[in-house]
């Protein structure tokens, strides 16, 4: 055998034992692309659905099953005391004809991964409802806000809290990057509730790099008497 043919043999051979490489390669990064895409989308930290600066907490002060709404006072001079990951809410939102098909949605404060799996965050540092300022509330698009998206407009969001009733109408909605933190920032500007997730909700495996929020304007409800 000549020296040319021996080296094109050589050459194929090495060629060959890399296929089984190329195909390990190939099936690591098409794994990662679906590991970023489904399961790290469940992990407040990585989906960017809430990047408050709050302390992770894995307690839930209070269980969905121990609330109980109050009924509003005469005059809400204060809002109560709330701890770190405690239940204060609990929301449903409908419109004539059709409602979300999950009710008593549990509420809390701080939106950390443990709250983000069993019920809707209120970013901290945003404002009650009946205080000066935006409420902002979150939750994952695969869970309490899969809905969020088809909702209509003019639909009524209602938390009941642990101070009285609140009612809100939905009157825009948006969608942006989920870099882009603007809309979804406390404010004192003014006194509407922001219901945020990742969009779209059928992604098709690919991770949710856009967000989807409703604008909601209060409608009722007692305000904060200085």
Known sequence: MSQSKRKSSRGASYGFALIPFIICAVGIFFFTRW??????????????????????????????????????????????????????????VSWDGGSWSIKDIPVYLGADKSI???????????????????CII????????????????????????????????????????????????ASNADNKLIMYTCYPRDNGGHRRTQRCALICERIEGLEVTP
């Open 138 to 185: 979150s939750a994952h698009v695969t869970r309490h806000f899969a809905q969020l998206e088809d909702t209509p407009m003019g639909a009524i969001v209602t938390p009941e809290t642990l101070y009285g009733t609140y009612r809100y109408r939905v009157t825009d909605m948006q969608t942006f990057v989920g870099t882009e933190r603007a809309l979804i920032t």
């Open 35 to 92: 590991f970023l895409g489904n399961v790290l989308e469940e992990n407040a930290y990585f989906s960017l659905l809430v990047n408050d600066a709050e302390t992770a907490n894995e307690e839930i002060v209070i269980s969905a099953g121990e609330f109980t709404p109050a009924a509003a006072p005469a005059v809400l001079y204060e809002i109560p005391e709330v701890a770190f990951g405690q239940q204060w809410a609990r929301l449903n």
């Open 116 to 134: 983000l799996k069993v019920g809707v965050g209120m970013s901290f540092g945003s404002s009650f409802p009946g205080e000066k300022g935006r």
